[in-house]
């Protein structure tokens, strides 16, 4: 017997889409027109508690939007997505539930699962955070040699450094961190080289972040880590912090250093920047009033993304506009371009969370795709983008593109005119001219030069870099990967797809291992190619 297939195609809203996907080939829907008929900006964007989204130039009208809708609907998006707010079991591969909005929730007092007070357990997680944050930054706990801290590192990879590095690295711009971070996620020894350039063994703090305490990459820099705080005569005991799961070995008093923070089953990893797994870090590097600020600001979009209507609700459209320009417009892949140096982590980020969380070939119930489920995704700041891969978005093969504007910048001392303009102004005739030139190209007599337009995209707009505003467009991109998730009949919470290589590495290793215990061990039983790279990393050329 064959393997059941999910039918996304039975629900009528795509009956209905997919004959209007091919009216848009018709050049009477080119964006030039689009975009020009009564009342499109108005009716074509949204501006909700300081966040402004414009899909405009997106190459859909009021009748598409309409269906978009009632696909919507008739997959339950909005349902599901309360059931997951309200703890229950959303991710039904590792049967857990998916509580990151818990994690900032300021209007429940209570969520239960498996007779555990969700919220009472993450206050208290906080609790901890606040009082240990605050007694190295009063100098109450030092280093072995008695120095305070003025750095940390951050030991964790994937989910337990990317959200958090980008929200990092966005605050900085505007708050002078207490401490400054640094991350290692990569095993690589030359990522792990180039820290210990920049700080004093002294005065620096490690953060291990892994939920079960045995990701390989993570163990394999911890134990690096305190090779380097002995050659250096410091006491791990004095420099070394966890956040980990309750009950894994880096939970142990003997290992955990000068405290644990505890991470909880019921939060993804490219989920848990509002948890112990950013909150820790954050806090250390601004205080924990700026975390607290940060949180408050994704409670903000969480509460829109669950109580707005389909017709207002921002992420919910953005994940719609997704599946459109996906399963019917046929665009393979989404550039996210943020006009702002301080966002430049953001799409890293969105990289894990989206293409971890929708990169699936079976739905939550088990069975077989027979759609596309997710895009790639890639992106650049601008302007730099620009004079890097925009000949392709103007002129090669079209892809949607997201621009991302700042209101306000953070440097506000004098600046200088260059044709008339300031750089921030300048940054934003950009950002303004790219998606029009996108949309409307440009006819010239000379093909080379000729734009053909009808490129889509979308332009989100924050106020500043205030962590109210960044926790806002972290929360906005959750929730619309989660809600994406839904209405193609996923799961976005696991995460099966990484193992795979994992797995094979693991009997390699043996393999290196080996040939570490015995110099005269030779590699002939592998294959070929197995061989040739292994006798390379042990000659150290080719």
């Given amino acids: ?202 005065t620096c703090l490690w953060i291990i972040i892994s939920k079960s305490y045995t990701t390989i990459e993570t163990m394999a820099n911890l134990n690096q880590a305190l090779l380097f705080l002995k050659s250096n005569n410091l006491d791990p005991a004095n420099h070394l912090v966890t956040v980990t799961a309750k009950g894994s070995p880096g939970n142990d008093s003997s290992g955990s250093g000068l405290g644990s923070f505890h991470m909880f089953d019921f939060i993804g990893g490219r989920y848990s920047v509002t948890s112990a797994v950013g909150g820790l870090p954050l806090s250390l590097a601004f205080g924990f009033d700026t975390f607290h600020r940060f949180l408050k600001g994704c409670h903000t979009m969480d509460l829109h993304a669950l109580n707005a209507p389909e017709e207002n609700n921002i992420p919910l459209i953005a994940a719609l506009i997704n599946i459109w320009n996906s399963n019917f417009l046929d665009y393979p892949a989404l550039a996210i371009i943020p006009y702002c140096t301080a966002l430049s982590n953001l799409c890293p980020h969105v990289q894990q969370l989206y293409m971890e969380s929708l990169g699936k070939g079976v739905t939550s119930d088990g069975k077989i795709t027979n759609h596309r489920t997710g895009v790639i995704i890639f992106g650049e700041p601008g302007t730099n983008a620009q004079h890097s891969f925009f000949q392709l978005a103007h002129q090669g093969s079209p892809f949607p593109i997201e621009f991302i504007g700042v209101a306000t910048p953070v440097y506000n001392k004098t600046q200088a005119r260059s044709k008339g303009v300031y750089n921030h102004q300048e940054l934003w005739a950009n950002m303004i001219a790219q998606a029009k030139g996108l949309a409307m190209g440009k006819n010239d007599d000379n093909k080379a030069k000729k734009f053909t337009g009808n490129r889509p995209s979308s332009t989100i707009v924050i106020n500043d870099l205030t962590p109210e505003s960044i926790g806002m467009l972290l929360a906005f991109y959750e929730a619309r990967t989660v809600y994406e998730g839904f209405i193609l009949g996923l799961n976005p919470f696991d995460q099966f797809g990484v193992e795979l290589g994992k797995v094979l590495a693991t009997d390699i290793r043996d393999q290196i291992k080996r040939k570490n215990i015995d110099e005269n061990y030779d590699f002939i039983s592998l294959d070929t190619a197995t061989k040739f790279y292994l006798d390379i990393l042990f000659k150290g050329s080719l």
């Fill in 1 to 202: 017997m064959g393997q059941k297939i999910f039918n996304f195609i039975n629900h009528k809203a795509y009956q209905k889409l997919k004959p209007l996907s091919k009216s848009f080939k018709d050049k009477n829907h080119h964006l030039k027109n689009l975009i020009q008929t009564k009342n499109r900006f108005k009716d074509f964007s949204i501006q909700k508690h300081g966040f402004f989204y414009d899909f405009s130039k997106q190459r859909l009208d009021k009748p598409i939007l309409k269906e978009l809708f009632e696909l919507a609907r008739q997959a339950g998006a909005k349902e599901t997505f309360s059931q997951m707010v309200s703890g229950k079991i959303v991710n039904t591969t590792e049967n857990r539930s998916a509580l990151h909005t818990a994690a900032r929730d300021f209007t429940q007092d209570q969520i239960l699962v498996n007779d555990m007070d969700v919220i009472f357990e993450i206050n208290k997680v906080n609790k901890e955070i606040k009082n240990f944050t605050e007694k190295i930054h009063n100098k109450k706990i030092k280093g072995t040699t008695g120095k305070s801290f003025t750095d940390a590192v951050v030991i964790g990879i994937g989910g337990s450094y990317l959200g958090c590095e980008f929200v990092y690295t966005a605050l900085k711009h505007g708050i002078e961190p207490l401490i400054d971070l640094h991350f290692l996620p990569n095993v690589d020894i030359d990522n792990f080289g180039q820290i210990i350039k920049t700080i004093n063994p002294e």
